[in-house]
């Protein structure tokens, strides 16, 4: 698939299920999706391996925009990119934008063919100013 994949991680595993079940119904199967949350023990959290699984899972030569909720998610996709190594992690962009309205924006500029920077400038729109 040529259109950028699309990573939702979330501390919590039903925010991240919920925000990628928003995206799959926004525009179908036309992105790369995938989706991790929590802490492998069923609490909150994110996992540096589980965030490289859904990269790979969501995983397209446009690139991997990924959506994080907060701080500690944001680290751990920035170790699990650094952990992937070149040359795929200059394909992938760690994305600090509401979490929601952001995955489901970034999801359909990219369903249209939109770049990577697109695809991130556009959920940064939606960032706070």
Excluded: F, Y
Aim: include cysteine.
């Amino acid at each position: 698939m040529s259109n950028v994949g699309i990573v939702i991680v979330s501390h919590s595993p039903l925010v991240a299920e919920g925000t990628a079940d928003m995206v799959r119904q926004m525009v179908g199967d036309e992105v790369p999706l995938a989706w991790c949350g929590g802490n492998g023990h069923g609490g909150l959290g994110t996992n540096v391996e589980a965030i490289m699984s859904a990269i790979d899972k969501a995983w397209s030569e446009a690139g991997v925009a990924i959506l994080v909720d907060l701080g500690g998610a944001e680290t751990n996709s920035e170790m699990a990119v650094e952990m992937i190594g070149e040359p795929r992690a200059q394909k992938i962009i760690v994305c600090n934008a509401p979490i929601v309205e952001g995955a489901v924006m970034a999801a359909t500029e990219a369903s249209g063919g939109a770049s990577l920077r697109e695809v991130v400038a556009t959920a940064h729109e939606l960032s706070p100013s």
